[in-house]
């Protein structure tokens, strides 16, 4: 079973530029994540999806931060413009359940895109 | 709101050694408690899944235990193996929202 793809691997750019980050999840899973974590600290959740629709960004910074899931499949999460505290890594998970007050199940991770803003 | 803490936050033992890893959160009403395993510039593996109506799971030398009344919850690793060094992470999910703790890093001497 092929796991869960992200692309780029490393990406470094300037601030106030634009970047974005594409997420390919397992097979069939429903429910895709993006997190943010930054050197040192927890993966932060940005985003889930339930297949196209949104379940949570109540973490996510709506002014620069946006993300998209079409067809309920692959996800792009972009950031416009960058800002130097953006640096971390952006991982992308997926899992086969999900929503709302339902239980965990296993998420599967990706290898995350390692972003350097300077 | 729900807080997770790690301790320690980095850890050094001889190869062979016995250890435990602890986690513990502020809010006990969880769904459920994650262990994860993150090795430098990867992502994160699942090793363990607690519901909260279970008390521990074990998976080969891993054994997490939860005790959600305290907020507690640890992971016992068994005679650690240098390829166990990485980070672990803790995670606890409620409301469907999932919420990671700091993460000790673990290093197991040769």
């Known amino acids: 079973e092929a796991g869960v793809a992200q692309s780029p691997r490393y990406k470094i750019i300037e601030k106030r530029q634009s970047v974005a980050f594409w997420c390919n999840p397992i097979?069939?899973?429903?429910?895709l994540y993006w997190y943010q974590q930054i050197l040192g600290q927890g993966p932060k959740l940005l985003i889930q999806?339930?297949?196209?629709?949104?379940?949570?960004d109540s973490q996510l910074p709506k002014d620069r931060f946006s993300a998209e899931r079409l067809k309920g499949v692959d996800s792009t999460l972009k950031i416009q413009p960058a800002k130097l505290e953006d640096s971390a890594v952006y991982l992308c998970?997926?899992?086969?359940?999900?929503?709302?007050?339902?239980?965990?199940?296993?998420?599967?991770f990706g290898p995350g895109t390692r972003l350097l803003v300077l | 709101k729900q807080e997770v803490t790690q301790i320690p936050a980095a850890l050094s033992v001889p190869e062979g050694e016995n250890l435990v890893l602890n986690c513990s959160f502020t809010?006990?009403?969880?769904?459920?408690l994650q262990w994860f395993r993150q090795d430098p510039g990867k992502g994160l593996t699942s090793l363990l899944l607690?519901?909260?109506?279970?008390r521990e799971q074990t998976s080969g030398r891993l054994n997490a235990s939860l005790d959600k009344s305290s907020g507690r919850s640890t992971l016992y690793i068994a005679a650690s193996q240098p390829g166990d060094s990485a980070t672990y992470l803790c995670?606890?999910?409620?409301?469907?929202?999932?919420?990671f703790g700091k993460g000790t890093r673990l290093h197991i001497l040769p």
């Open positions: 998970a997926s899992s086969s359940a999900g929503g709302r007050g339902r239980a965990l199940e296993t998420q599967y």
């Open positions: 097979s069939g899973h429903a429910t």
């Open positions: 999806f339930q297949n196209n629709g949104v379940v949570d």
């Open positions: 809010d006990s009403a969880i769904y459920n």
């Open positions: 607690i519901q909260s109506s279970q």
């Open positions: 995670a606890v999910n409620r409301d469907d929202k999932i919420i």
